[in-house]
Every structure is written in C-alpha cells, then in structure tokens.
C-alpha cells in the first residue's frame, strides 16, 4: 500500500521445509477502477512464475460497494473459453469489523492495523486507531514503524489520515522525551 496501492511481500515460515513460502500482494482499493482490477491477474501470475510459489491477492477496501466489487472475479480468455480466472481475497467493512479494544488489538496487531483500513470511513475511527496506536507499543519498534507506514497508506484521504498523524506525532514524541529523561 504505498504509493501505487501496491504491497508485495515475500512470506517464508519459520520451518525446515523451505517449499513453504508464498508471495502475498496487498493491494488497497478505494473505489471501483476497472483498469486496476484488470491487471490482478497479471500480478499473480507474474510473481507465480519469477518466485516458482502461491500468490495471494487480498485486497482491502474501506467501503462496502467496493468490497462488493472487488470480489467479482476477473476472467480472461474468450466468450465460452475461460483461460483464467482470478478471484482475489477481499477485506471490507462488511467482513472485517472495527477494532477498537487496545488488548484485542494488542493481541493481532497485523489484523488491527487491516481493521483500522476497512473501517478507516466509520464513525469510531478515532477510537479504532487509538487501540492500534496503544498495540504497536507492544511489538518491536521496527515492526511496529512498518506497520504504521501501512496504516498511513491505507487511511489516505480519509479522516482518520489526520487522526493517525496526530498520534503518532504525540506516541513519537513521548518516546524522544522519555528517551532524554533517561539519559
């Protein structure tokens, strides 16, 4: 979800079996964008080839009607000879309700921060993103910078941008005063 809209991440599992990797695309869709959409499978197909594992597209929307949307799959080929199909995995509000309880935040942090995208149009927002902010302070600071990034992407242009910035600017500058106290 950076500028294009567009993550990419490379997943392998902790395990001896080094075949159990999978490439996930994370792709935030604000609206209905047939020139997009279209170029899904692409992607997938694409990073099938050059990392030789699965893909998953999962696609978060922060409205409904696009999350509607976003599950109609893409066929390409001609009429009455399918070549391919592409259904891709979609978060909205619909299916992925608001997290707004810091200690359920706390406790899947990555879910939170997918939570606080597709509900980033609701009227809690600023409770939903005030239990993120509390959770990242439980994890590493480097995840915890990675995952702000994203939910910074992902609230552009809603009014929860301006709420998130806000708090991460206090949580920021709590850490730098506490930091110089205890030096």
């Keep these: 979800m950076c500028s294009s809209d567009l993550s990419v991440l490379l997943a392998e599992f902790l395990v001896e ?46 409205d409904t009607a696009t999350a509607r949307w976003a599950r109609e799959p893409v066929s390409i080929g001609l009429p009455g000879a399918t070549e391919m199909t592409l259904t891709a995995s979609v978060l909205g509000p619909d299916n992925l309700g608001p997290v707004t309880d810091p200690a359920e935040a706390a406790d899947d ?58 708090l991460m600017t206090t949580s920021r500058s709590e850490e730098h005063t506490s930091e110089l106290q205890s030096h």
């Design 17 to 62: 079996d080094s075949e159990r990797r999978y490439v996930m695309l994370v792709e935030a869709q604000r609206s209905d964008n047939k020139e997009k959409k279209s170029r899904w499978p692409y992607y997938v197909a694409y990073l099938h080839d050059k990392y030789e594992c699965p893909v998953a597209l999962l696609v978060v929307c922060n």
């Design 109 to 166: 942090v990555g879910l939170a921060v997918l939570a606080a995208i597709t509900n980033s149009k609701s009227e809690r927002i600023g409770d939903i993103l005030e239990a993120l902010a509390e959770a990242l302070d439980t994890i590493d600071t480097r995840t915890a910078e990675t995952l702000a990034d994203l939910t910074a992407s992902g609230l552009y242009g809603t009014d929860g941008q301006m709420i998130w910035r806000m």
